[in-house]
């Protein structure tokens, strides 16, 4: 099977193209390396032991996506590709709007010419907005507290309906929570550039010494440390649903929404403990005033998963923390120094 990962350099698409490629399927990958780097394929390469067809073009750009599916017999996609800094979205909302959501429907339109039928998205937890109830099921209303969530919402909108216009068409939404860790070998992780945005890359660079110390938006959340309680989930097990999902829609047609997680809710201290514990290692924080929009728990309820993917997590935070750390220690500069 020969699949097409848009994004497939960032950090979820290029352990998700290592998974494939160990399961024998062809990967091609477009991305404009806007938050990646050429040696992100190398080391998928590397890893999955296969040469990966590397396309370095903006899915935005029709034509350009038209070259990617007139050169390769594609038999699936799995489209990461987007912008996904929330605090960005809030400050430039068209910017999120035109990006995402121009990328969703080229990819569509043109999988369509090239009757290209099985696609799997990467959704997330956020479409779910401040949820009423946790852990949070695949039935519990959909409401976005920022325009990033919004561009994911509103492109899950666009495949069902696209999806109830095409019966051939199998298109699985996958809702992430909060992937963490890295691939155990240390050679691909998340490494996000600039100020990191997410806990765990931004305790490891505390614990590398890129920076001085965590901060911890608020100890006032209804949890039962005060800090802010999320279902953190091991980037492989993440790659692995994909796998999954992709299994699933050779078998199906239609449009089905699955969360991926844990089903586990952890909170910021209790991340940066493990970390603290698994590793050895102390990770200097403050306590700082809470910042905008964010929500006091988020878990999922995962059952969907082990019912239609037979899907389910392996491994644990003490992985997470090791890995995470792994990764750090082995590219303390993350890719760029090589």
Request: net charge negative.
């Amino acid at each position: 099977m020969k699949v097409l990962l848009t994004g497939g350099a960032g950090y979820i698409g290029s352990h998700t193209a290592v998974e494939l490629m160990n399961a024998g399927c062809d990967v091609v990958i477009a991305d404009d390396l806007s938050n990646s780097c050429r040696e992100v394929v190398k080391r998928i390469e590397e890893l999955g032991k296969k040469t990966v067809r590397f396309y370095e073009i903006d899915v935005c750009s029709e034509a350009a996506l038209e070259q990617v599916f007139s050169e390769n017999d594609i038999d699936a996609v799995i489209h990461f590709a987007g912008k996904k800094a929330v605090g960005e979205s809030v400050a430039k909302p068209l910017l999120y709007y035109k990006n995402n959501l121009d990328a969703t429907m080229n990819l569509l339109e043109v999988m369509q010419r090239h009757d290209v039928n099985r696609l799997i998205f990467s959704s997330s937890a956020t479409v779910y907005g401040v949820p009423k109830v946790v852990p949070i099921d695949e039935k519990q209303p959909t409401w976005c507290t920022n325009p990033y969530g919004w561009t994911k919402y509103m492109s899950e909108q666009i495949m069902r309906d696209v999806c109830a216009a095409n019966p051939k068409l199998s298109i699985v939404l996958l809702r992430y929570f909060n992937p963490i860790g890295a691939h155990e070998s240390g050679r691909i992780g998340e490494d996000p550039k600039g100020i990191p945005n997410n806990l765990m890359p931004y305790i490891s660079q505390v614990a590398i010494g890129r920076r001085e110390k965590l901060s911890v938006f608020g100890n006032d959340y209804d949890t039962h440390d005060g800090t802010g309680v999320r279902d953190y989930i091991h980037v492989v097990d993440l790659a692995k649903g994909h796998l999954a999902a992709l299994k699933y829609a050779q078998n199906e047609n239609g449009c089905v929404e699955i969360n991926l997680g844990t089903g586990i809710g952890y909170s910021v201290l209790d991340i940066v403990h493990a970390f603290e514990k698994a590793n050895n290692i102390e990770i200097p924080y403050v306590i700082t005033e809470r910042r905008p929009g964010d929500i006091d728990a988020s878990f999922a309820d995962a059952h969907l998963a082990a019912e239609l993917l037979h899907w389910h997590t392996e491994k644990t935070l003490e992985d997470m923390c090791r890995d995470t750390w792994r990764w750090q220690q082995m590219n303390p500069n993350g890719y760029r120094e090589e």
